[in-house]
């Protein structure tokens, strides 16, 4: 193996903003994911379940959810396929809300059986928050609709 390959395996190379703004998406929903599943441990949540006596206790709750969290998947795509500038404006636009969700939702379950989901949605935060970052440095003058 000569030098020149040796160093073209350990060469970092840029990463299409595109490709970042996807993976701090499914990133983020893996997290959302995980957070739903692992409350399903926590004590009283399969009974609350069962009887209907929870926060999702009807239908329009229902959609209202699944359209929030479907928000999160279909931006990891959306951040492939849409142009530049849409693409900018919709990432800043739901990383903002995402993060001020996941923020409100950190502070407001510190119990201790929910220390996990108060990580999750810290950790959701920051990664939303790179998201606005990242899209809000995208370069301007290269945005073609």
Known sequence: MNSKTLKD??????????????SLWASATFCYLYGDYFELYT?????????????????????IASMILATSSVMVALSIILKP????VLNIVFGILFTTMMLFIGFNSNTEWYSFYVFLAFLESIITALI???????????QIL
Do not use: F, H
Request: no cysteine.
């Open 85 to 88: 500038k849409i693409n900018r």
């Open 132 to 142: 606005v970052w990242y899209a809000w440095q995208w370069p301007k003058e290269k």
């Open 9 to 22: 395996m350990l060469e970092n190379p840029k990463v299409n903003i595109k490709i970042k703004l996807a």
């Open 43 to 63: 004590p009283g949540k399969i009974n609350s379940l069962l009887t209907g006596e929870n926060i999702l206790d009807s239908p329009t709750k229902l959609l």
